[in-house]
Nanobody
Framework: QVQLVESGGGLVQAGGSLRLSCAAS????????MGWFRQVPGKEREFVAA??????YYADSGKGRFTISRDNAKNTVYLQMDSLKPEDTAVYYC???????????????WGQGTQVTVSS
């Protein structure tokens, strides 16, 4: 099992930027894919971005604005979010999967989430 801890959330004005971090520990060798998801109250958790050693994929909501990256030496994955919009407000979760996936149910390790609030 992989343990994940997110950080970097906060309050930012529309148009601003935030960088989320996700530190992994434990069986990090099983974290072939690292993903970011987000969730607002009353809605399902939605996919934001994912990366493996062979590829990166973004949901339409973040294309051109969000960048996922990974520092293997630090066992940390990042989500750089630029040009933030009020509709980006959500709890952001980091997740790990042993195989390529973009669906919530395919990820077996999750962090506790970090709140991102974008004011208009």
């Amino acid at each position: 099992q992989v343990q994940l801890v997110e950080s970097g959330g906060g309050l930012v004005q529309a148009g601003g930027s935030l960088r989320l971090s996700c530190a992994a520990s434990g069986r990090t060798d099983s974290a072939y894919v690292m993903g970011w998801f987000r969730q607002v109250p009353g809605k399902e958790r939605e996919f934001v971005a994912a990366m493996s050693r062979s590829g990166i994929y973004y949901a339409d909501s973040g294309k051109g604005r969000f960048t996922i990256s990974r520092d293997n030496a630090k066992n940390t994955v990042y989500l750089q979010m630029d040009s933030l919009k009020p509709e980006d407000t959500a709890v952001y979760y980091c997740a790990a999967s042993a195989a390529w996936a973009t669906m919530t149910n395919d990820y077996n390790s999750w962090g506790q989430g970090t709140q991102v609030t974008v004011s208009s």
